[in-house]
């Protein structure tokens, strides 16, 4: 069985090769004023649900780094803090030394050295209760302010820990914990300086004190050590962070972004060949008779 092939159908393909070929240099023109190679889902549904995919891990992995610059940020409050508060109980030790050598210590010299420890306790106290972002770093959740009242008394929870999650199932903890290193109440390394200074101007001989000083340094040491433990494993997790967003991102480019010199002269090909296509279509498709009679 023959198919006759009538100038209408012969008009018809090649309408529909020009339309399929202006449709072809379309995208390619999208591709190259965008960059991208998926303009629009229906471009390429299996890569674009892979970009979703990917771009869900860019996002999870730009607030995972977020949480590791605010973690980051705490946990160096708390170690300059802790810093500064070992400077100061190591001049404490100093002068609760000198105070407590009875023999060569006027009782005006025991004087200058209760007034000085008077003021280093309140640098102390305004340590403690120093803050990052309007939240104190040595109370955990709690929101009085403070951590230690004026009367030495500890304002936060126990087990309640400020917390950072850097990883899909990690967690870091960014406080510190001020009733461990400082005390509490009566037991707090302010009251032993508040007694140290009663010892001194009573004339009772400061030199048992230095064993409580010593304990109280190595609870702060001990907290300051954990601080920089949590650091260490805040600073690798902000190198793996990086390391992952530019793989992710390696892997977004690879599916979404289009090689400009590729798509250029793929641009320019179809270009000569839709001008090609004109030419030949127009040579093919002969004016008839019925052209001449309408």
Same mark, same amino acid.
């Given at each position: 069985?023959?198919?006759?092939?009538?100038?209408?159908?012969?008009?018809?393909?090649?309408?529909?090769?020009?339309?399929?070929?202006?449709?072809?240099?379309?995208?390619?023109?999208?591709?190259?004023?965008?960059?991208?190679?998926? !303009?629009? *889902?229906?471009?390429?549904? !299996?890569?674009?649900?892979?970009?979703?995919?990917? %771009?869900?891990? $860019?996002?999870?992995?730009? $607030?995972?780094?977020?949480?590791? &610059?605010?973690?980051?940020?705490?946990?160096?409050?708390?170690?300059?803090?802790?810093?500064?508060?070992?400077?100061?109980? &190591?001049?404490?030790?100093?002068?609760?030394?000198?105070?407590?050598?009875? =023999?060569?210590?006027?009782?005006?010299?025991?004087?200058?050295?209760?007034?000085? @420890?008077?003021?280093?306790?309140?640098?102390?106290?305004?340590?403690?209760?120093?803050?990052?972002?309007?939240?104190?770093?040595?109370?955990?959740?709690?929101?009085?302010?403070?951590?230690?009242?004026?009367?030495?008394?500890?304002?936060?929870?126990? =087990?309640?820990?400020?917390?950072?999650?850097?990883?899909?199932?990690?967690?870091? %903890? +960014?406080?510190?914990?001020?009733?461990?290193?400082?005390?509490?109440?009566?037991?707090?390394?302010?009251? @032993?300086?508040?007694?140290?200074? &009663?010892?001194?101007?009573?004339?009772? &001989?400061?030199?048992?004190?230095?064993?409580?000083?010593?304990?109280?340094?190595?609870?702060? +040491?001990?907290?300051?050590?954990?601080?920089?433990?949590?650091?260490?494993?805040?600073?690798?997790?902000?190198?793996?962070?990086?390391?992952?967003?530019?793989?992710?991102?390696?892997?977004?480019?690879?599916?979404?972004?289009?090689?400009?010199?590729?798509?250029? @002269?793929?641009?320019?090909?179809?270009?000569?060949?839709?001008?090609?296509?004109?030419? +030949? !279509?127009? %040579? +093919?498709? $002969? *004016?008839?008779?019925?052209?001449?009679?309408?």
């Amino acid at each position: 069985m023959f198919t006759r092939v009538t100038n209408a159908t012969q008009a018809l393909n090649a309408q529909h090769n020009l339309q399929a070929n202006l449709q072809r240099q379309a995208q390619l023109y999208d591709q190259a004023t965008s960059r991208r190679l998926i !303009t629009k *889902p229906s471009d390429d549904p !299996t890569a674009t649900a892979s970009a979703l995919g990917v %771009r869900s891990d $860019q996002s999870a992995n730009a $607030q995972y780094s977020r949480n590791v &610059n605010s973690g980051d940020a705490w946990l160096t409050t708390a170690d300059s803090t802790l810093t500064s508060v070992e400077s100061i109980l &190591n001049r404490v030790r100093d002068l609760t030394v000198q105070g407590a050598n009875d =023999g060569a210590t006027s009782p005006e010299a025991k004087e200058a050295i209760a007034t000085e @420890l008077d003021g280093l306790k309140k640098s102390l106290l305004s340590l403690a209760n120093t803050s990052y972002l309007g939240r104190n770093i040595f109370a955990g959740n709690s929101n009085a302010g403070v951590a230690f009242n004026p009367d030495y008394s500890y304002t936060g929870v126990a =087990g309640s820990t400020v917390e950072r999650r850097i990883g899909s199932d990690t967690t870091v %903890r +960014v406080d510190a914990d001020g009733a461990a290193a400082f005390g509490t109440g009566a037991t707090s390394v302010f009251a @032993l300086i508040d007694n140290t200074v &009663n010892d001194l101007r009573t004339g009772v &001989n400061v030199g048992p004190r230095l064993a409580e000083i010593d304990d109280r340094m190595k609870a702060i +040491v001990g907290e300051h050590a954990e601080i920089g433990g949590r650091q260490t494993r805040i600073d690798k997790a902000k190198d793996t962070l990086a390391v992952t967003a530019n793989s992710l991102e390696a892997q977004r480019s690879g599916i979404e972004d289009v090689d400009l010199s590729k798509v250029l @002269l793929d641009l320019k090909t179809q270009d000569v060949n839709y001008q090609t296509a004109i030419a +030949v !279509t127009a %040579r +093919v498709l $002969q *004016p008839t008779l019925m052209d001449f009679l309408r």
